[in-house]
T-cell receptor, first 116, second 108 residues
Framework: GAGVSQSPSNKVTEKGKDVELRCDPI?????LYWYRQSLGQGLEFLIY????????KSGLPSDRFSAERTGGSVSTLTIQRTQQEDSAVYLC??????????????FGSGTRLTVV | RKEVEQDPGPFNVPEGATVAFNCTYS??????FFWYRQDCRKEPKLLMS???SGNEDGRFTAQLNRASQYISLLIRDSKLSDSATYLC?????????FGAGTRLTVKP
């Protein structure tokens, strides 16, 4: 497709279960970012992939969070043993280069995760 | 101190008003600057890049002041549809930082 696609759009899960969120970036975009946004809050950086380089995982809040990007395209964010504080909208964004293009990021519409 | 700071607002202005937002950043090595717009319960969307010489897109003007480390967004002749949260984004390779956003409400 023309945009960044995320799935599922909504996910309700029980505390303690694992969840997997998926992001399909725009074709050809080498950089992919995961952010999360709690209700009424700003964006919190989670992880960044650029080409074949090692990802920048500095924003992952705990070792329950992990992400991978297969073949330089699709990315999955996995949250193990979910907690209620994990409830947020998880946003994926991609860009043609790491930074500095005049086009900036394109965001997906996000996955709204609710842990009950 | 946060790396990127914005006045959270809210800014409540009448239609037709001119409104300006500032965003300050702490990292003098920052190289790229953007303004994004986020509607309620939607993803952020790129509004405009901010260039060193300043740039304009219709009713929107963005400026960068490297010496004082801030960027600004000016909206002229505001419309009801401009109501949203405006996010500034400041960064350098491998390190982009979002401000928490400034909420704008334009009223009839």
């Amino acid at each position: 497709g023309a945009g960044v696609s995320q799935s599922p759009s909504n996910k309700v899960t029980e505390k303690g279960k694992d969840v997997e969120l998926r992001c399909d970036p725009i074709s050809g975009h080498t950089a992919l970012y995961w952010y999360r946004q709690s209700l009424g809050q700003g964006l919190e950086f989670l992880i960044y992939f650029q080409g074949n380089s090692a990802p920048d995982k500095s924003g992952l809040p705990s070792d329950r969070f992990s992400a991978e990007r297969t073949g330089g395209s699709v990315s999955t964010l996995t949250i193990q043993r979910t907690q209620q504080e994990d409830s947020a909208v998880y946003l994926c964004a991609s860009s043609l280069v790491a930074i500095g293009t005049e086009y900036g990021y394109t965001f997906g519409s996000g996955t709204r995760l609710t842990v009950v | 101190r946060k790396e990127v700071e914005q006045d959270p607002g809210p800014f409540n202005v009448p239609e037709g008003a001119t409104v300006a937002f500032n965003c300050t950043y702490s990292n003098s090595a920052s190289q790229s600057f953007f303004w994004y717009r986020q509607d309620c319960r939607k993803e952020p969307k790129l509004l405009m890049s901010v260039y060193s010489s300043g740039n304009e897109d219709g009713r929107f003007t963005a400026q960068l002041n490297r010496a004082s480390q801030y960027i600004s967004l000016l909206i002229r002749d505001s419309k009801l549809s401009d109501s949203a949260t405006y996010l500034c984004v400041v960064g350098r390779p491998n390190d982009m930082r979002f401000g928490a956003g400034t909420r704008l409400t334009v009223k009839p």
